[in-house]
C-alpha cells in the first residue's frame, strides 16, 4: 500500500508522530524490564513471616514513617502518604507489583491489585485492612 | 525588648517537649498488649503482642484462671522474624509433663525484658484451652468460596489437599460439601521453642486452614467438622457452631469495572425536545502483565434531533488499551503510560476511523487532594488521638474505637491532572454519508489521521457539590475529510485541519454519600471528532458512575 501525501509538512508531522508512538512505547518496555536482584536475600526472606513481609511492602508502598497496625485501611495508609496518586487503580497496582516482586518464590500471585476494596471504584473488594491483606497473602502463597 | 523573654522561653519549652518526648512515649508504650496466642504443644504457646517485640525475653507463670495459685513457670524469647511474636516455653511446678489441658482455661501474667516502664509492668493473656473456629470468608462478596478456619488451637494433621466440610442443616443432618484444603504449618507431636520457627516461620499460620469450596454455595449454612483434621492433642476438630459460611451475594460490580452513563435531555425555544446519552464501558480484563492492565473500551456519545444551529458530538468508539502506573518522586508523582486501539465512527456507522492511541496521564504533586483523600487523613490524624498514639502522648488516655464513619468528612478537595496523547491512523475506506432527513448523499473520501492531543482535566469538590472541567485541545496535523450537515439538510464535504479544542464542563450534585448517582448540568463547547461541527449546547441529567 502506498501512501500519498498532500504536502510535505503533512509527511513530517505523519513520520514525527509515528516515531515519537514507538519511542514512548519502546521506554515504557525500557522502564517495565528494570527489576531489583534481590539475590542471597531470597533465602532469608523465606524464614520471615508472611505477615511481616506484607507489613514491610505496605510500609515501603506508602513511604509510611512506621509500620501500619494490622487494623489499618489500606486507603487510609495510602492517603497520609506523601504519594499524590489516586488509591484505585494507580496505587493498588503499584501495590500488586511490589508484592509480585517481594513474593516473587511463590507458584501463584499472592494477590491482584482488584482484591482491594475500594468504596466507589471497587465496593466487591476483599480486602480493606492491612489484616485482609495478610490473610489473602497467607491464602495464596506457595513457596516453590 | 519585652518580647525576647517570651521567645527564650518558648523556645527552651520547646527544646524540652523535644528531648523528653521520647522518653515520655516510652513510658506510656506498653511492652506487650496480647492480641492473639497460638496453642502449640501442651507446654509451648507462642503469644502475639499489638506491639512490635523483637529482642524481647522475659519470665512469667501459669494459673488456672479461677484458682491464682501457680501451678507452673513460663520462659518467655522472642519469636524469630516475626516481630509481633513471642514464644512462651512452660514447665509444670510439679512435673508433669502435660501442663495445658483440653477444655482448660489458663491465666499467663508476665513480664519482658527490656521494658519500657520502670518499673516493668506485667501483662497478662487469658489461654483457653478450647476447639473455638472462627470462620472468615476470603473473597470478595461476589464469589464466596474460600473460607479460612482459625483456632487457637494448632492442627496436628490436615485432610490433605482434597477434602470434604461437613455442614449442619437445621435439622441437624450433615452434609459434605467437596472442597481443597491448604493447611500451612502441621504441628508434630515432638518440637521444641528452638525448632518452632523453623516449622512456622509464620506463626499465624499455626492453627489456621484454607478450604476452597469446589463450588459456590446458594443457602448459608453452618459448618461441623472437616474430617481428618486433627488438633495438636491429636483429637478431631469439631467446629463451633457460631461460626457460618455465607452464600455469595451478587456482585457490588462486574470485576472492577469502570461503568459510566450520563442520559440527558435538552430544550431550547422553537426546538423538538432532544436526548443524548454519554456512556462508557471499560471493564479491566485479566490480571496485571509486566505491570499492564488490559482494557477493552467501549464508549457513545449520541443523541437524537437537534436544538437548531446545535449537533452533538454523535461519536461511538470501540477499543482496547493496555496501561501501566509508573510512580516517581519529586515534581511529577507518576506517568499513567496507555497505549490503545480506537476504532472511531457514529450513530449512523457511516465513518471508520481506526487509530493508534497512545496517551500519557501526568499527576503532579499536590494537585491530587480530592474530598476523600482529605478525609481519609482528617480521619488518621483523629485516629492517633483516639487510639493514644499521637505524639507526643496525651496523659493517662484511655483508647476508644473510631472508625472512618465516626469521622465527618473533609469540606472540600480538588484534583488537577493533565494528559499528552496522539490519535494515529486513518479513515479505512471512502464512505456515503447521508443525511439525517431527505435522501442527500455525499461521498466521504477516505484520509489519513495524525493528532496531537492535550488534555487538561480539574475537579473541585464542595460538600456534594463539584464541578468537573475537562479540556482537550487537538491540533490535527494532516486535512481530514468531513461532511457538514446544513440546516436545509443538504450535505457539503470540509476540510478540517489545526486546532480544535472541545471542553465539557460539568456541575454535578451527588445524591448519594458515595457519588454513585449524580444530578449533572454540562456545557459543552467546541469541536470533536470525527465530525468537528461546531457543539454549544447545555444539557442536564442523571449520572450513573461504577
Not at chain 2, 512435673?95 to 482455661?105: N, R, V
Not at chain 2, 446545535?310 to 519529586?330: L, P, Q
Not at chain 2, 480506537?342 to 471508520?352: L, M, V
Not at chain 2, 480539574?458 to 481530514?480: A, N, P
Request: overall charge positive.
Amino acid at each position: 500500500m502506498k501512501i500519498l501525501f498532500r504536502s510535505p509538512q503533512e509527511k513530517a508531522v505523519v513520520v514525527i508522530s509515528a516515531l515519537s508512538t514507538v519511542t514512548l512505547i519502546c521506554a515504557a518496555f525500557f522502564l517495565v524490564a528494570r527489576r531489583p536482584n534481590l539475590g542471597p536475600e531470597m533465602k532469608r526472606l523465606k524464614l520471615m513471616s508472611v505477615h511481616d513481609r506484607v507489613i514491610d511492602v505496605v510500609t515501603s508502598w506508602a513511604t509510611a514513617p512506621s509500620h501500619p497496625a494490622d487494623t489499618m485501611q489500606l486507603e487510609v495508609v495510602w492517603s497520609t502518604s506523601r504519594h499524590d496518586l489516586p488509591f484505585y487503580p494507580e496505587a493498588a497496582q503499584l501495590l500488586e507489583q511490589q508484592m509480585k516482586d517481594e513474593f516473587r518464590d511463590s507458584k501463584n500471585a499472592v494477590m491482584h491489585y482488584r482484591d482491594l476494596k475500594d468504596p466507589t471504584q471497587n465496593p466487591g473488594g476483599s480486602v480493606s485492612t492491612v489484616a485482609d491483606l495478610v490473610r489473602l497473602v497467607r491464602a495464596n502463597y506457595e513457596p516453590q | 525588648m519585652k518580647i525576647m523573654p517570651q521567645k527564650h522561653t518558648l523556645f527552651f519549652s520547646l527544646v524540652l517537649v523535644v528531648a523528653v518526648s521520647p522518653l515520655l512515649s516510652a513510658g506510656d508504650t506498653p511492652d506487650c498488649t496480647p492480641a492473639d496466642y497460638k496453642i502449640v504443644t501442651t507446654s509451648l504457646v507462642a503469644v502475639q503482642c499489638k506491639e512490635e517485640v523483637p529482642g524481647t525475653t522475659g519470665t512469667g507463670h501459669l494459673t488456672l484462671s479461677d484458682n491464682p495459685i501457680p501451678i507452673g513457670t513460663a520462659t518467655i524469647i522472642p519469636y524469630p522474624h516475626a516481630r509481633q511474636w513471642l514464644i512462651v516455653s512452660l514447665l509444670s511446678s510439679n512435673g508433669a509433663t502435660e501442663l495445658l489441658l483440653p477444655g482448660k482455661k489458663y491465666r499467663l501474667p508476665f513480664t519482658l525484658s527490656p521494658s519500657h516502664r520502670t518499673p516493668p509492668t506485667p501483662a497478662t493473656i487469658d489461654i483457653s484451652v478450647d476447639s473455638t473456629i472462627l470462620v472468615s470468608p476470603l473473597d470478595s462478596v461476589g464469589t464466596q468460596t474460600r473460607f479460612e478456619f482459625v483456632s487457637h488451637l494448632g492442627y496436628r494433621q490436615g485432610p490433605g489437599d482434597f477434602c470434604t466440610l461437613q455442614t449442619e442443616n437445621f435439622d441437624r443432618r450433615l452434609r459434605s460439601l467437596s472442597a481443597r484444603c491448604k493447611l500451612d504449618t502441621p504441628i508434630p507431636p515432638t518440637i521444641t521453642a528452638e525448632s518452632l520457627p523453623r516449622l512456622a516461620p509464620s506463626p499465624e499460620s499455626i492453627g489456621s486452614l484454607f478450604v476452597t469450596l469446589n463450588n459456590d454455595k446458594n443457602t448459608q449454612e453452618i459448618p461441623y467438622a472437616v474430617p481428618g483434621l486433627l488438633d495438636v492433642f491429636g483429637n478431631l476438630v469439631k467446629i463451633d457452631t457460631k461460626g457460618q459460611i455465607a452464600p455469595g451475594k451478587a456482585p457490588a460490580s462486574k470485576d472492577a469495572a469502570d461503568y459510566y452513563l450520563n442520559f440527558n435531555h435538552s430544550a431550547a425555544t422553537g426546538s423538538k425536545p432532544a436526548w443524548t446519552l454519554y456512556g462508557k464501558v471499560a471493564p479491566s480484563l485479566g490480571g496485571l502483565h509486566a505491570g499492564f492492565q488490559f482494557k477493552p473500551l467501549a464508549t457513545a456519545d449520541v443523541g437524537q434531533n437537534q436544538i437548531t444551529g446545535i449537533k452533538y458530538a454523535d461519536t461511538i468508539d470501540f477499543g482496547a488499551s493496555v496501561s501501566r502506573i509508573f510512580e516517581f518522586n519529586g515534581l511529577l508523582q507518576g506517568l499513567l503510560v496507555s497505549p490503545g486501539v480506537t476504532y472511531e465512527t457514529d450513530k449512523e456507522f457511516d465513518r471508520h476511523n481506526l487509530m493508534a492511541t497512545p496517551d500519557l496521564k501526568f499527576y503532579f504533586a499536590h494537585l491530587y487532594n480530592p474530598q476523600r483523600r482529605r478525609s481519609l487523613q482528617k480521619f488518621a490524624r483523629e485516629l492517633q488521638i483516639a487510639q493514644c498514639t499521637v505524639q507526643p502522648p496525651i496523659p493517662n488516655c484511655t483508647p476508644i474505637p473510631w472508625t472512618v464513619e465516626n469521622s465527618k468528612p473533609a469540606l472540600w478537595g480538588y484534583v488537577f491532572d493533565m494528559h499528552i496523547g496522539a490519535e494515529l491512523g486513518g479513515a479505512l475506506k471512502d464512505t456515503t454519508v447521508k443525511a439525517s432527513v431527505g435522501n442527500a448523499t455525499q461521498l466521504l473520501p477516505s484520509y489519513k489521521i495524525a493528532r496531537f492531543v492535550p488534555v487538561v482535566h480539574s475537579v473541585i469538590e464542595f460538600q456534594r457539590f463539584s464541578i468537573d472541567e475537562s479540556l482537550t485541545g487537538r491540533y490535527l496535523g494532516v486535512t481530514e475529510n468531513t461532511v457538514f450537515e446544513s440546516k436545509d439538510h443538504s450535505l457539503h464535504l470540509l476540510k478540517v485541519q489545526g486546532w480544535r479544542a472541545y471542553s465539557v464542563l460539568t456541575g454535578a450534585y451527588n445524591l448519594d454519600p458515595t457519588g454513585r448517582f449524580a444530578l449533572t448540568v454540562s456545557y459543552k463547547n467546541g469541536f470533536s471528532p470525527p465530525q468537528f461541527r461546531r457543539i454549544n449546547v447545555v444539557q442536564t441529567g442523571i449520572t450513573f458512575k461504577y
